[in-house]
């Protein structure tokens, strides 16, 4: 039986040789799902060719302007935010207008969450994404790099 050399093996990532850049990405504008699945994708480090699924080894993303981000067709009026208090009768609906007027960032973060794995996994990775309503963030000390998506 032959034996393989070390560069015909797959890589398999460490969380400690993870590489992370920070970038920083201006949602005005944008459509609102193209823009959740490529913050998503970025986030699991799917761009990376030493992606691992097990790992997380993606980047860490600022968005700015969440406020002005847009939505096609009749979303505006019909898509609905849903949340159970887990008592009977504890579900609450929220339309995305009221969504957009109280807590504009919550749209966002809401469309990338679905988008990552269910597990304590996908948790990590969506503490490595913040969120800005305005065109403001307090993580300049980061030194984040500009991401055109």
């Excluded at 996994?121 to 065109?135: A, E, I, Y």
């Amino acid at each position: 039986m032959p034996v393989l050399s070390k560069q015909h093996k797959t890589p398999s990532l460490k969380k400690e040789q993870a590489q992370k850049v920070w970038y920083v990405v201006d949602a005005e504008g944008k459509t609102l799902g193209r823009l959740a699945s490529q913050i998503a994708h970025r986030l699991r480090g799917k761009h990376k060719t030493t992606f691992t699924p097990h790992v997380d080894c993606g980047d860490n993303i600022i968005v700015i302007n969440a406020a002005k981000i847009s939505v096609t067709g009749n979303k505006e009026t019909q898509k609905n935010y849903f949340h159970h208090s887990r008592y009977p009768g504890g579900m609450t609906t929220t339309p995305l207008q009221s969504m957009r007027e109280k807590h504009p960032e919550r749209i966002l973060v809401e469309a990338v969450k679905g988008m990552l794995p269910k597990s304590k996994l996908g948790t990590k990775m969506l503490n490595h994404f913040r969120v800005f309503s305005g065109s403001e963030h307090d993580l300049a000390s980061q030194k984040p790099l500009k991401l055109e998506l």
